[in-house]
């Protein structure tokens, strides 16, 4: 199975960009779709960002449309999601998530669909 492991979360202002992270060890991360969540205290995890196994397809959250940008790089077995103008309101611990087929929403942005994550990475937004 694929081992996913989050990097680039921090503490940074508003406006400012962040750009996360994500490797992927064990198998190689072209069979996956990549899709990032992100979740708050007493809040579902929601998927706020995917992409297909070729980079062709992309989801995004409403929220993120027009400041995020998803990414992959299979030679490089890694993946990564840039929020630009971050908001209060994106602070949440944010996972990597790996599933094996694309489907549209509802059905491909459900944490459910995904059956491997990583550990997450706390990113947080001083007003």
Do not use: M
Request: net charge negative; proline share 6%; aromatic share 10%.
């Amino acid at each position: 199975q694929v081992h996913l492991v989050e990097s680039g979360g921090g503490l940074v202002q508003v406006g400012e960009s962040l750009k996360l992270s994500c490797a992927a060890s064990g198998r190689p991360i072209s069979n996956y779709v990549v899709g990032w969540f992100r979740q708050t205290p007493g809040k579902e995890r929601e998927c706020v960002a995917a992409i297909n196994q070729d980079g062709g397809g992309t989801y995004y959250e409403d929220s993120l449309k027009g400041r995020a940008t998803i990414s992959r790089d299979n030679a490089k077995d890694s993946a990564a999601l840039e929020i630009r103008t971050l908001e209060p309101e994106d602070t949440a611990v944010y996972y990597c998530a790996a599933a094996w087929a694309w489907n549209p929403p509802p059905l491909g942005i459900r944490a459910e669909h995904y059956p491997y994550w990583g550990q997450g990475t706390q990113v947080t937004v001083a007003a």
